[in-house]
């Protein structure tokens, strides 16, 4: 074996997101987020509506709460939660169809490691499959709700229960327009 031989890094696509947040957040006291929603000069409905969209995608949705911080003062939460919720569903459709695949790589190295390897065994022994449903459904909500990534929220649901579209599409909605009522309310 070459010694010389450079290691290749297994998770390029988590630092990238870790890389997303710090920019957000650097872009957001900066000023930028202002700047941009000036440039733009949409209204402000149709902005938060797709900084909803940006919100499900795990690169752009610290970028979507910088927008949602900002233009909080500017609307009605009940109003701009359920245009961003829809925003949000849109791009959840899209990760639930086409884009969901693009981490299973990642995912199949994860499940490799001997951390997720003693999870699983943790949970096949120590709990029921009703309590490991309810648990599954519960992070997988909880990260469609977050900012954090909707990819592995949805690759959950999708990859480990047998969901109808129609009820994904509900349960998207919903958690996405709460998760970002929360986001406005706190911005407020």
Known sequence: MNPYKRKKFQYPKLLILLVCIIAAYIFFRAGFFKEFVATLNLPTYITIFLAGFLFAYGFTAPFAVGFFVLLAPLTNIFIAAPLAGIGALLADLIIFQIVRASFQDEFDKLKLTLLFQKIRSL??????????????????????????????????????TNINKKIFIMISFLLNTIGVLVILSLSQ
């Open 123 to 160: 949970f096949d022994n120590h709990l029921n499959d009703k309590l490991k449903k309810y648990l599954l459904w519960c992070i997988a909500g909880f990260l469609i709700a977050s900012p954090l990534p909707d990819e592995f929220g949805v690759a959950l649901i999708s990859g480990f």
